[in-house]
Nanobody
Framework: VQLQESGPGLVKPSETLSLTCTVS??????????WSWIRRLPGKGLEWIGF???????YYRPSLERRTAISRDTSKSQFSLRLVSVTPEDTGEYFC????????????????WGQGTQVTVSS
């Protein structure tokens, strides 16, 4: 399975961060497999943002829930992240990942990762 993130690398404050993860060699509907968005903020560890299950259920990190939306397009084998009202504190490296675990900040709990994409929030 290979994952590839795509989206703008620069977002202005108060605008919306939008990223897409394209999955190849795997399926978004694989049983008991979860597809996650994770980020690494400067000087901090990994922070899971949210994930979508094989059946399409979506879960968000509580601290980000009100600003986050995750969706998927199974026909394109893609899942997406929208983070609204961004601030410079949202600047960091964003990853998509897959695995049989989710909702954890532990890198080892995920089986496969995208290469990551740097997102900078700045005017």
């Amino acid at each position: 399975v290979q994952l590839q993130e795509s989206g703008p690398g620069l977002v202005k404050p108060s605008e919306t961060l939008s990223l897409t993860c394209t999955v190849s060699g795997g399926s978004l509907t694989t049983a008991d497999y979860y597809w996650s968005w994770i980020r690494r903020l400067p000087g901090k560890g990994l922070e899971w943002i949210g994930f979508i299950t094989d059946s399409g259920n979506i879960y968000y990190r509580p601290s980000l829930e009100r600003r986050t939306a995750i969706s998927r397009d199974t026909s394109k084998s893609q899942f997406s992240l929208r983070l609204v009202s961004v601030t410079p504190e949202d600047t960091g490296e964003y990853f998509c990942a897959g695995g049989r675990s989710a909702g954890t900040d532990s890198q080892s709990e995920y089986d496969t990762w995208g290469q990551g994409t740097q997102v900078t929030v700045s005017s």
